[in-house]
């Protein structure tokens, strides 16, 4: 067989693009948009909880997995009350349809990145 040392070559260039950060971050820039659309749905008493809206990896159970998550830090967890509501407060949805309406679009933009990395950003 000839071109077997050039294939694994080859191959050997692609995975060594794929490393956990590279792919972390293709997550997370692709995820970026998506928290945008959630930020400008997010209802304003203050803008804080909606400012705090972003896309940032977290750490996974599995090491050999990437979790991206997209949404209010920690500090502001009511940000689950406007979205779902609560017993004297109605829903005030942000979250959920920025997720719908966008979720196509983030598709394509996971494929376009990882497509980078796949050819080393070579159109």
Known sequence: MEGVTALVAALDRIR???S????????VE?????????RAGAPRLTGEMAESIDARPVQPERPELV??????D???FYARFAEFGTASQPAHPFMRPAW???VG?????LADGFGELLTGGVA
């Open 74 to 76: 920690r500090d502001h």
């Open 30 to 38: 692709a995820c970026k948009p998506t928290a945008e659309a959630m």
């Open 20 to 27: 956990r950060d590279a792919v972390e971050a293709v997550v």
């Open 100 to 102: 719908d309406s966008d």
């Open 16 to 18: 060594g693009r794929f």
């Open 67 to 72: 979790t991206v998550a997209i949404g209010p």
């Open 105 to 109: 679009a983030l598709r394509g933009r």
